[in-house]
Protein backbone atom coordinates (compact mmCIF):
# COMPACT_ATOMS: atom_id res chain seq x y z
CA UNK A 1 0.00 0.00 0.00
CA UNK A 2 1.47 3.18 -0.73
CA UNK A 3 1.88 5.95 1.82
CA UNK A 4 2.55 9.64 1.54
CA UNK A 5 3.89 11.02 5.34
CA UNK A 6 3.78 14.69 5.61
CA UNK A 7 5.32 16.19 8.16
CA UNK A 8 6.43 19.70 9.41
CA UNK A 9 3.43 21.84 9.57
CA UNK A 10 1.87 23.96 12.61
CA UNK A 11 1.91 27.47 13.73
CA UNK A 12 4.17 30.24 12.16
CA UNK A 13 4.15 34.15 12.74
CA UNK A 14 3.91 36.28 9.54
CA UNK A 15 7.09 36.64 7.94
CA UNK A 16 8.65 33.13 9.50
CA UNK A 17 9.27 30.18 7.92
CA UNK A 18 8.63 26.33 7.68
CA UNK A 19 10.31 23.75 6.02
CA UNK A 20 7.84 20.94 5.21
CA UNK A 21 8.40 17.15 4.11
CA UNK A 22 6.50 14.49 2.37
CA UNK A 23 7.86 10.55 2.62
CA UNK A 24 6.46 8.18 0.15
CA UNK A 25 6.44 4.72 0.19
CA UNK A 26 6.87 4.35 -3.60
CA UNK A 27 9.55 1.68 -5.55
CA UNK A 28 9.91 4.51 -8.20
CA UNK A 29 9.56 7.85 -6.48
CA UNK A 30 12.14 8.87 -8.61
CA UNK A 31 9.54 8.44 -11.81
CA UNK A 32 6.68 10.50 -9.92
CA UNK A 33 5.71 14.08 -10.38
CA UNK A 34 5.34 15.40 -6.66
CA UNK A 35 3.18 18.34 -6.29
CA UNK A 36 2.64 20.41 -3.27
CA UNK A 37 -1.21 21.15 -3.06
CA UNK A 38 -3.19 23.23 -0.97
CA UNK A 39 -7.05 24.47 0.27
CA UNK A 40 -7.48 27.09 2.18
CA UNK A 41 -11.18 26.95 4.07
CA UNK A 42 -14.46 27.10 1.68
CA UNK A 43 -11.55 27.21 -1.31
CA UNK A 44 -10.78 24.89 -4.08
CA UNK A 45 -7.73 22.76 -3.82
CA UNK A 46 -4.98 24.79 -5.66
CA UNK A 47 -1.37 23.70 -6.83
CA UNK A 48 1.71 24.82 -5.19
CA UNK A 49 4.86 23.84 -6.58
CA UNK A 50 5.64 20.87 -8.55
CA UNK A 51 8.94 19.09 -9.19
CA UNK A 52 8.87 16.31 -11.98
CA UNK A 53 11.31 13.51 -12.84
CA UNK A 54 13.69 16.24 -14.67
CA UNK A 55 13.27 18.89 -11.23
CA UNK A 56 12.41 21.21 -13.42
CA UNK A 57 10.36 22.96 -10.86
CA UNK A 58 6.95 24.98 -11.71
CA UNK A 59 5.22 27.80 -9.29
CA UNK A 60 2.06 29.11 -8.09
CA UNK A 61 2.40 32.93 -9.23
CA UNK A 62 1.78 33.48 -5.35
CA UNK A 63 4.30 31.51 -4.23
CA UNK A 64 7.17 32.26 -6.85
CA UNK A 65 10.34 33.37 -4.94
CA UNK A 66 9.08 32.74 -1.25
CA UNK A 67 8.45 28.59 -1.70
CA UNK A 68 11.13 26.18 -2.87
CA UNK A 69 10.21 23.04 -3.91
CA UNK A 70 13.25 19.61 -3.89
CA UNK A 71 13.26 16.59 -3.71
CA UNK A 72 15.84 13.68 -2.54
CA UNK A 73 15.51 10.65 -4.76
CA UNK A 74 17.50 8.82 -2.16
CA UNK A 75 15.32 9.23 0.60
CA UNK A 76 12.08 8.96 -1.79
CA UNK A 77 10.98 12.89 -0.17
CA UNK A 78 10.10 15.81 -1.51
CA UNK A 79 10.33 19.03 0.50
CA UNK A 80 8.73 22.51 0.88
CA UNK A 81 10.72 25.40 2.15
CA UNK A 82 8.06 28.17 2.75
CA UNK A 83 10.13 31.64 3.62
CA UNK A 84 8.08 34.88 4.39
CA UNK A 85 5.06 33.31 4.90
CA UNK A 86 1.73 35.75 5.01
CA UNK A 87 -1.71 34.74 6.44
CA UNK A 88 -3.04 33.97 3.41
CA UNK A 89 -0.55 31.31 3.31
CA UNK A 90 -3.07 29.63 5.72
CA UNK A 91 -4.52 26.14 4.55
CA UNK A 92 -4.06 22.72 4.96
CA UNK A 93 -0.80 21.27 2.38
CA UNK A 94 -1.21 18.39 0.62
CA UNK A 95 0.85 16.10 -0.55
CA UNK A 96 0.94 14.13 -4.31
CA UNK A 97 2.56 12.08 -6.33
CA UNK A 98 1.44 11.31 -10.25
CA UNK A 99 2.95 8.84 -13.09
CA UNK A 100 0.60 8.42 -15.74
CA UNK A 101 -2.77 6.60 -14.02
CA UNK A 102 -0.85 6.41 -10.59
CA UNK A 103 -2.25 8.95 -8.34
CA UNK A 104 -1.41 9.13 -4.68
CA UNK A 105 -2.18 12.28 -1.55
CA UNK A 106 -0.48 12.35 1.71
CA UNK A 107 -2.91 12.66 4.55
CA UNK A 108 -3.02 16.79 4.81
CA UNK A 109 -1.37 18.98 7.25
CA UNK A 110 -2.44 22.42 8.59
CA UNK A 111 -0.01 25.79 8.26
CA UNK A 112 -1.35 28.88 10.11
CA UNK A 113 -0.11 31.75 9.63
CA UNK A 114 -0.62 34.31 12.17
CA UNK A 115 -0.69 38.05 11.83
Known amino acids: QVQLVEAGGGLVQAGGSLRRSCAAS????????MTWYRQAPGKQRDLVAT???????NYADSVEGLFTISRDNTKNTVYQQMNNQKPEDTAVYYCNARLRVNDFWGQGTQVTVSS
Open 26 to 33: LFTFSSYA
Open 51 to 57: IPPGHRT
